[in-house]
């Protein structure tokens, strides 16, 4: 049974540029919620989606959006890169909404130059 | 708000020998509170869980931790690490909604 899959592993851009990060839940799970981890940190949460929606939003501005698709899987997109949106991203899912636990992906490491 | 507080950023132990995390909370609601481990360039791996019932709770890898609603804590202990324990270790609540913050992480080294 395959956990929590994020591509790309890796991704640099420049300031100004836009990036999608992608998601694959765990076999079953249908909610995903999204994290951006900077160096040092711990993951601040960014949004969390069930059904193909919205459900929940951290503090982050409106350059960063989502989407889930049918297959429950979910992309992360970033606008207007600025270089302090380096960091990991970490994007974790859920057997149902409101489940407790959160199963955590490795990551997408982006460097914005 | 609910916030979490983890008190020390780096803890160096000495394989074998036994070692406490520290975290505090601050809520004046019913917390949900959770002990994540992440090693290098990996993701976050779930240790433990506090959800009610019982103040001690036994986690994955010998870890455990004690929920102390009066002091507001939810420490994480082991009586003897080993070198694979090597890794940031991150205390979280969830809040309503299933919303989780974490804290800053604490890097624990185990020595040789």
């Known amino acids: 049974d395959a956990g929590v899959t994020q591509s790309p592993t890796h991704l640099i851009k420049t300031r100004g540029q836009q990036v999608t990060l992608r998601c694959s839940p765990k076999s079953g799970h249908d909610t995903v919620s999204w994290y951006q981890q900077a160096l040092g940190q711990g993951p601040q949460f960014i949004f969390q989606y069930y059904e193909e929606e919205e459900r929940q939003r951290g503090n982050f501005p409106d350059r960063f959006s989502g989407h889930q698709f049918p297959n429950y899987s979910s992309e992360l997109n970033v606008n207007a890169l600025l270089l302090g949106d380096s960091a990991l991203y970490l994007c974790?899912?859920?057997?149902?909404?409101?489940?407790?636990?959160?199963?955590f992906g490795p990551g997408t490491r982006l460097t914005v130059l | 708000a609910q916030s979490v507080t983890q008190l020390d950023s780096q803890v160096p132990v000495f394989e074998e020998a036994p070692v406490e995390l520290r975290c505090n909370y601050s809520s004046s609601v019913s917390v949900y509170l959770f002990w994540y481990v992440q090693y290098p360039n990996q993701g976050l791996q779930l240790l433990l869980k506090?959800?009610?019932?019982?103040?001690l709770v036994k986690g994955i890898n010998g870890f455990e931790a004690e929920f102390n609603k009066s002091q507001t804590s939810f420490h994480l202990r082991k009586p003897s690490v080993h070198i694979s324990d090597t890794a940031e270790y991150f205390c979280?609540?969830?809040?309503?909604?299933?919303?989780?913050?974490f804290g800053t992480g604490t890097s624990l080294t185990v020595i040789p």
């Open positions: 506090y959800l009610s019932g019982s103040t």
């Open positions: 979280a609540v969830r809040r309503v909604g299933n919303q989780f913050y």
């Open positions: 974790a899912s859920s057997p149902f909404w409101g489940e407790d636990t959160q199963y």
